[in-house]
């Protein structure tokens, strides 16, 4: 009897490490890729994006969530560091401040190669068709001519120096692959042709609001009642986004967006969403948080949901822990799926985080605590990484890429290397082009070429009118 009293809690302690000891084992094969760090907006804020200051050093930087042995610890994997900017910049230098956002992400790449991968794809390989003896079967080869479906089996891989690198790739090579996500759809100030910009720069994922309204787009101050809404969710340019996003391969963010934002893109896209950092309303019934007819929604489409850790949204107060972080990772497991659930910190976004769950160096004791409760190794490694690259793939898929196929590749026939064209985004679809309405714009600090001339451009009844009001009360004596 008195002996196996003090037994108990050693074996608490052994459990304890048997879940730590297994959550790392797990987490050596599959990394975390976690949804959202800010990591970029310090590099600003404490350097002015200065890498060179000896203060910036990512191998010692001090005072953050984040910095390179704590990503080693945590056994971080992928990271979509955000590029973000405040809505202050809206209508003002946000495209500005965004390129220099996503220029400091691609300069940590250069200055710690050893570490850092900046990736744009889920594999590292473009996969596009090969046409093997096209012109003999009547197919053109040219790029961007339209063929005819081919089997898998004429599928094969880019040359190794045109290999766009992928988050699997940086897997193998023991690397962060690092994506850009752009936090706050304000970013591309209402335009398409700064949409594709920032694709073509690496942007993987754009939140579609900030907390701001954008001209399209409602924000999640609207169901607070902070804001009011203007778009009743996504506006018909707002549709245009989402397509444009669809159609380029971009996922589409639902962090921060109103309630009927949400609902109105999980009813448009032709792909899975995400929510990049947000927990579950039910559990904290903070409007930033994802509530459950919503989370059903999230089921039916395989999108995602990845739990933010500040506080304000775990437990609805200055204090949370580690635990309650587990429970609302439980509860979307629970209501939408356990496809459904990944990780998306906010770390050095955020001004207070759980006990037990500091920085980035602390997942696997949040991995360790959802064995405990009896999560399966198949579900924790969704958690990790495999969903989010499911989402990914199914995003990519949805632009126009294919998958590898099975097996091995056939060789180029008759010894002649096989034409191949870039990977690029949907060809099948025509880029949208109509522009927002003129009017629909704060107008004080921009020009407005174009829109005199172009046909079509919908401005609303009056909006030519106004526009000349400020010459005519020039002109009067």
């Given at each position: 009897m008195w002996t196996s009293w003090w037994l108990?809690?050693?074996?608490?302690?052994?459990?304890?490490?048997?879940?730590?000891?297994?959550?790392?084992?797990?987490?050596q094969d599959t990394p975390v890729i976690d949804g959202h760090n800010d990591l970029p907006w310090q590099l600003l804020k404490l350097f002015n994006n200065q890498l060179q200051d000896p203060g910036a050093n990512l191998s010692s930087l001090a005072h953050t969530h984040t910095n390179i042995p704590k990503l080693k610890a945590g056994f971080?994997?992928?990271?979509?560091?955000?590029?973000?900017?405040?809505?202050?910049?809206?209508?003002?230098?946000a495209v500005k401040r965004t390129l220099e956002q996503i220029d400091v992400i691609q300069r940590m790449c250069q200055a710690y190669p050893e570490t850092f991968a900046c990736v744009t794809s889920s594999t590292g390989a473009s996969w596009l068709p090969a046409l093997l003896g096209g012109a003999r079967r009547g197919h053109r080869a040219a790029c961007g001519?339209?063929?005819?479906?081919?089997?898998?089996?004429?599928?094969?891989?880019?040359?190794?120096?045109?290999?766009?690198?992928?988050?699997?790739?940086?897997?193998?090579?023991?690397?962060?692959?690092?994506?850009?996500?752009?936090?706050?759809?304000?970013?591309?100030?209402?335009?398409?042709?700064?949409?594709?910009?920032?694709?073509?720069?690496?942007?993987?994922?754009?939140?579609?609001?900030?907390?701001?309204?954008?001209?399209?787009?409602?924000?999640?101050?609207?169901?607070?009642?902070d804001d009011k809404a203007q778009s009743q969710g996504l506006s018909h340019f707002g549709q245009s986004v989402v397509k444009e996003m669809n159609r380029l391969g971009v996922m589409i963010d639902l962090a921060h967006v109103s309630v009927a934002t949400m609902r109105a893109a999980l009813k448009l896209s032709q792909a899975p969403v995400i929510f990049s950092h947000s927990s579950a309303y039910s559990l904290c019934p903070h409007r930033r948080n994802v509530p459950d007819d919503v989370l059903q929604l999230v089921k039916e489409t395989g999108s995602l949901v990845m739990v933010?850790?500040?506080?304000?949204?775990?437990?609805?107060?200055?204090?949370?822990?580690?635990?309650?972080?587990?429970?609302?990772?439980?509860?979307?497991?629970?209501v939408a799926g356990a496809a459904a659930v990944g990780f998306g910190g906010d770390y050095d976004g955020v001004s207070r985080v759980p006990l037990g769950l500091e920085d980035v160096s602390k997942y696997p004791d949040l991995?360790?605590?959802?064995?405990?409760?009896?999560?399966?190794?198949?579900?924790?490694?969704?958690a990790l990484a495999d969903n989010l690259l499911r989402v990914f793939e199914a995003v990519e898929q949805v632009r126009g890429a294919r998958p590898p196929p099975p097996g091995p590749l056939p060789p180029p026939q008759g010894g002649q290397p096989t034409p191949v064209c870039p990977q690029a985004s949907n060809h099948a679809q025509v880029p949208g082009e109509e522009p927002i309405p003129l009017g629909q714009l704060e107008a004080s600090c921009r020009t407005n070429y174009g829109y005199s001339a172009a046909p079509s451009l919908h401005l609303p009844p009056g909006s030519l009118l106004a526009s000349l009001v400020p010459l005519l009360l020039l002109s009067l004596p």
């Open positions: 108990w809690p050693l074996m608490a302690v052994c459990a304890a490490d048997q879940f730590r000891d297994l959550a790392v084992r797990i987490m971080v994997g992928g990271q979509f560091w955000s590029a973000y900017v405040p809505c202050d910049t809206q209508n003002r230098d001519s339209r063929v005819a479906p081919r089997p898998l089996d004429s599928w094969v891989p880019l040359p190794s120096r045109a290999l766009l690198a992928g988050i699997r790739q940086a897997f193998q090579e023991g690397k962060v692959a690092s994506l850009v996500g752009v936090e706050g759809g304000h970013s591309i100030d209402s335009s398409l042709g700064v949409l594709r910009a920032l694709y073509h720069l690496g942007m993987r994922y754009m939140t579609l609001t900030h907390s701001c309204n954008t001209p399209w787009a409602d924000n999640w101050l609207v169901d607070t009642g933010n850790f500040y506080n304000d949204y775990v437990s609805c107060s200055a204090k949370a822990n580690l635990s309650q972080v587990a429970d609302h990772l439980d509860h979307i497991k629970k991995v360790a605590e959802l064995l405990r409760r009896q999560w399966t190794e198949a579900e924790v490694r969704g």
